[in-house]
């Protein structure tokens, strides 16, 4: 069969129900050049989401809520969720062998590994934490991407300092209601709820599309007289006076599906406080944007594409916008009258 029509007997829409493993394999097609490695990573990930939903699920009833008395280097209290989803993802890259570098929103520095694997994930092991005291939606955010060093040499900091647009794969689990992990590899978006009778995710939401408009904003409001820039005051006015919804749960990962599933927009705009943003550009905001413009959808820092911003710290921060296209739009023309 020649690459052209592997290529297009991968893009065959498999059917709702489909487990994880099987669409993954039906699909390394895409990527001939993997052999196999690139689809082991992705199983990894799901693997250890599979163990820190477990313990999410058991928050409450063991002691692993709260924080632990120390910040990671975002200046955020850490959780002890933070620490144990951290171990739990880190140990599962590390056992798989296919993954030569992590770097963790959890950790100053990044983890070589040492061998010779071929890709290096940023991960934010748990997104939101703070909120599984009061039983809110949380969730895991991961970016993937080659290696620029050779293989079998030292890792530097110029294999993590790549570009959004140099990912080759990014998602996220949200572990909620149901958990569910969805996932890009540049060719569409795909979600999978995780079944825990079978214990495995399943394909339950094929070939994920972000409206093109919505009637839902979300962001924390609390920051407004904050705000460096006037357009996005603005825009939040034009979202009151055309009746929008406002909906801000302040966990990234559940504010950012929900826009995903219905139509609407994410804004975390640099303010007093964090001038340049606050979330973080490797562990956050690269990951859905990725995510968002394979939906098509768009993401910038208020100035620019968000996958084209060059990175030149590990835990570089940044605004982010995020959401369906009309209402990017709308925001870039507030932004630029100002």
Do not use: W
């Amino acid at each position: 069969m020649t690459p052209s029509l592997q290529m297009e007997k991968s893009r065959i829409a498999l059917p709702i129900g489909v487990t994880l493993d099987r669409f993954i394999k039906s699909k390394q097609t895409e990527y001939p050049s993997a052999a196999g490695e690139f689809s082991q990573l992705l199983r990894d990930l799901a693997l250890a989401s599979k163990v820190v939903n477990r313990e999410i699920n058991k928050a409450g009833l063991v002691d692993i809520m709260g924080n632990i008395g120390q910040q990671n280097s975002g200046g955020d209290e850490q959780q002890k969720l933070d620490v144990l989803a951290n171990i739990r993802f880190t140990r599962a890259l590390s056992k798989g062998g296919e993954v030569a570098g992590i770097v963790s929103e959890e950790t100053e520095n990044f983890i070589d590994l040492k061998n010779k694997g071929k890709y290096i994930v940023a991960i934010d092991p748990l997104d939101g934490s703070s909120n599984i005291d009061v039983n809110v939606s949380i969730g895991t955010i991961f970016s993937i991407f080659k290696r620029k060093s050779k293989a079998g040499k030292p890792l530097s900091k110029k294999d993590f300092l790549q570009k959004g647009d140099c990912q080759i794969a990014a998602g996220y689990i949200l572990y909620g209601p149901s958990t569910m992990m969805v996932y890009t590899t540049g060719n569409g978006v795909n979600g999978f709820t995780y079944e825990t009778t079978l214990g495995e995710y399943v394909l339950s939401h094929p070939d994920m599309k972000c409206k093109t408009t919505g009637t839902i904003y979300s962001m924390n409001e609390g920051l407004t007289s904050h705000i460096i820039n006037k357009g996005v005051t603005d825009y939040i006015a034009l979202c009151k006076f055309r009746n929008y919804s406002g909906r801000y749960i302040g966990s990234l990962v559940a504010d950012f599906h929900r826009n995903l599933l219905k139509g609407g927009i994410f804004l975390y705009p640099s303010c007093k406080k964090y001038p340049k943003g606050k979330l973080r550009l490797l562990f956050e905001a690269n990951a859905l944007a990725f995510i968002v413009e394979q939906a098509g959808g768009e993401a910038s820092d208020g100035s620019k594409p968000i996958l084209r911003i060059q990175p030149t710290q590990l835990h570089e921060t940044t605004a982010l916008f995020i959401g369906s296209k009309n209402m990017m739009k709308d925001l870039q023309k507030c932004i630029n009258k100002n």
